[in-house]
């Protein structure tokens, strides 16, 4: 079955690939389909993000559409970066801009209140309507420097409890297991099993973007 994956994120792709490969779904990317519509990520919360992405792309797509919107919620910010945890240092930051802007804010800050954690959701759709919300939650700390080469985003900054590296100095395997996004698509596999359970056809409507 193909399962489009709304974004654009080559990384989270590639998370996603690995966290799939054991099962019968044909990922289906920005690469395959053209001419899809930007969806403004301007929700208060990662829940509706991820609605807003799954809800459109799955009507320009016509397929079945998984779509996630994730964040890390640091304590001693009051929350920040949250949902604009992408786009913390501004609309093009890179990833090095977006740490290092987050250590600044934290110097000073003892390793006791440096608490955080990744939050994610996942909104699955078909073209005819939204099928389910689920989310993950990963409990950790904000190191004093960046480690590890590893993943993306605050991976190099971020330990989760029970552990003293970073997301970005653990196995891929290993940190897919253990992270927010990979809980929440846990949750995300167990409803489309459900799904395809009671309806042996995924409804599907002609794109409106032709595949490459």
């Known amino acids: 079955m193909e399962l ?19 099962t019968e779904l044909v990922l289906v990317s920005y690469r395959d389909i053209k001419d899809l519509p930007e969806v403004p990520e301007h929700g208060k919360t990662f829940r509706e993000n991820a609605v807003a992405k799954a809800t459109v792309l ?5 397929l079945l559409t ?3 919107d994730s964040g890390l919620v640091v304590d001693a ?6 949902v604009l945890s992408a786009r913390y240092a501004g609309p093009q930051a890179t990833d090095r801009e977006n740490n290092e802007k987050l250590l600044a804010e934290l110097q000073g800050v003892p390793e006791g209140k440096r608490t955080a954690r990744f939050r994610c959701a996942i909104a699955l759709a078909t073209p005819e309507k939204l ?5 993950g939650t990963c409990e950790g700390r904000i190191a004093l420097e960046e480690r590890g080469t590893e993943g993306f985003g605050y991976d190099p900054l971020f330990v989760k409890d029970g552990y ?9 395997d290993l940190k897919n297991r253990v992270s927010h996004r ?3 698509l846990e949750k995300a596999l167990m409803v489309i099993e459900n ?5 042996h056809d995924v409804p599907r409507k002609p794109p409106s973007g032709g595949r490459r």
């Open 131 to 135: 099928v389910a919300v689920v989310e």
């Open 182 to 184: 990979g809980l929440a």
């Open 4 to 22: 489009f994956v709304a974004t654009r994120n080559r990384s989270k792709v590639r998370e996603l690939e690995a966290l799939l490969r054991d």
């Open 77 to 82: 910010l009051e929350g920040r970066p949250g």
């Open 58 to 62: 799955a009507e320009h797509t016509g």
């Open 66 to 68: 998984i779509a996630d």
């Open 195 to 199: 799904y395809l359970m009671t309806r």
């Open 164 to 172: 003293t590296k970073t997301f970005a100095e653990l196995p891929l």
